[in-house]
């Protein structure tokens, strides 16, 4: 919690914002679309309905990744990388409307960038999938907020967090048999790139109102997308069903977080929110359980626990009080 000018407590926005699209959370607004702090809905049940928000919101994402890749062997990942951001920004054009006409050069820079960090984290993130499965590459991919948060922090209990953290790691890429380093390292590309977002976001969110900077950005790689999917769907023999699986995928992982989220923002304190994210790694492995038959064995999970873990530490760790001003008098 910090101050107000007014001195009255103001909820602070999520560690960090989720790109939109993709297989982890959605997208949020900018703090300054967000309501100051949660809405009259606290109570035992607002707070049960914003986990139940959270919940859904998480399965449906995951969800969503492990129906896309049930589309890869007919589209191929970048056929269905292609075909989900076409439905995301057709997703968030609309429901959005930014205005870009009246962009200026300095917003256009940072949406231009945040465009380029849409497509490739999606791209390096369903090629992961496809390779090391929908479980080590969503856990991989959550190094990159966990990264961003522990780098701008020198406390011990973040240092702590960030050797754990390495240490899954390093459970994950150890020397097996059927070891896929090529994934591993496309899953820690995906994570590069969703610390590259945090980054250039808060520029987007600093120059541009409101959720117009990241619908721009996503009708922008969308577009940057159009050589791309006309080349996959061209080389692949295309169904109706695996359109439609890329298709549910766009939806299931841009439309319903986004407002799964919005809706449990205003119910639950953005801390607990932020610790939540936490359980996505998590869903991705039953999910790819369930649905894609990707089993894990021991150390896997186990690795997959203490990234978690250190992520929600990290997250739910208490703020350092802000420095009270001095007051100085002045001489008469």
């Not at 990744?65 to 951001?85: D, E, H, I, K, M």
């Not at 600093?206 to 990241?214: C, D, M, N, Q, S």
């Not at 023999?237 to 449990?264: E, F, H, I, K, Y």
């Amino acid at each position: 919690m910090s101050l107000s000018a007014t001195g009255q407590p103001t909820a602070q926005p999520p560690r960090y914002p989720a790109p939109v699209g993709q297989s982890g959370p959605a997208a949020l607004p900018g703090p300054a679309a967000l309501p100051a702090r949660p809405a009259s809905g606290t109570g035992p049940g607002g707070r049960a309905a914003g986990i139940a928000l959270m919940t859904g919101s998480a399965a449906s994402n995951q969800f969503g990744a492990a129906t896309a890749a049930l589309a890869f062997p007919a589209l191929g990942p970048a056929g269905v990388v292609a075909v989900r951001q076409w439905v995301a920004a057709v997703v968030l054009l609309v429901a959005v409307r930014p205005k870009i006409t009246a962009f200026t050069r300095a917003q256009w820079r940072p949406v231009l960038a945040l465009a380029l960090i849409f497509g490739t984290m999606n791209l390096t993130l369903y090629c992961a999938i496809d390779r090391i499965g929908l479980g080590l590459a969503v856990t991989l991919e959550f190094l990159g907020p966990l990264s961003v948060a522990l780098l701008a922090s020198r406390r011990a209990l973040d240092l702590g967090c960030a050797a754990a953290a390495a240490a899954g790691v390093l459970v994950l890429a150890r020397p097996t048999p059927t070891t896929d380093y090529a994934g591993i390292l496309l899953g820690l590309a995906a994570a590069a790139c969703w610390a590259g977002y945090i980054k250039v976001n808060r520029v987007v969110g600093a120059r541009v109102p409101g959720t117009a900077g990241p619908a721009a950005a996503a009708g922008v790689s969308a577009l940057c997308y159009l050589p791309i999917g006309a080349w996959a769907l061209a080389s692949h023999p295309v169904t109706a069903v695996a359109l439609g699986r890329a298709g549910a995928a766009g939806l299931l992982c841009s439309a319903v977080p986004m407002v799964c989220d919005l809706q449990a923002l205003r119910r639950v304190p953005p801390r607990f929110y932020g610790v939540f994210m936490s359980v996505h790694p998590v869903f991705a492995a039953l999910i790819g359980l369930v649905i894609l038959r990707q089993s894990l064995d021991r150390p896997d999970w186990l690795a997959v626990s203490v990234i978690v873990a250190a992520n929600a530490v990290s997250v739910s760790r208490p703020e350092r009080p802000a420095r009270p001003a001095r007051l100085t008098r002045q001489r008469e």
